[in-house]
């Protein structure tokens, strides 16, 4: 049994910060990768940060690079994604996924998911 909860969005001015977490089991933290997807209205949903099975990988979209960073806590069962330089094209809700693979980027590759968090960033 898989269970994921994001928390930490709402609305911000752009510029602002944010910062996102993901609670999750402990046999999720051991055994899976994370990864951070967001889906704006009319968009595919789209991949933001991957962090791999034990940590020693992380990868961002390009959109994001420099302003947010992904972060896990094997010790709290927890993930981050800490987001700074909010631009109303961040505007999305996010979610945290977890995958088998030791690591992926690929929407398909996640088997299980958040219900999501909303992030809102007005201009």
């Known amino acids: 049994q898989v269970q994921l909860v994001e928390s930490g969005g709402g609305l911000v001015q752009a510029g602002g910060s944010l910062r996102l977490s993901c609670a999750a089991s402990e046999r999720t933290f051991s055994t899976n990768a994370m990864g951070w997807f967001r889906q704006a209205p009319g968009k595919e949903r789209e991949f933001v940060a991957g962090i791999s099975r034990t940590g020693n990988k992380i990868s961002y979209a390009d959109s994001v690079k420099g302003r947010f960073t992904a972060s896990r806590d094997y010790a709290k069962n927890m993930a981050y994604l800490e987001m700074s330089s909010l631009k109303p094209e961040d505007t999305a809700v996010y979610y945290c996924?977890?995958?088998?693979?030791?690591?992926?980027?690929?929407?398909?590759?996640?088997?299980?998911w958040g219900q999501g968090t909303q992030v809102t960033v007005s201009s």
């Open positions: 996924g977890v995958t088998i693979q030791w690591y992926s980027d690929q929407y398909s590759d996640y088997s299980y």
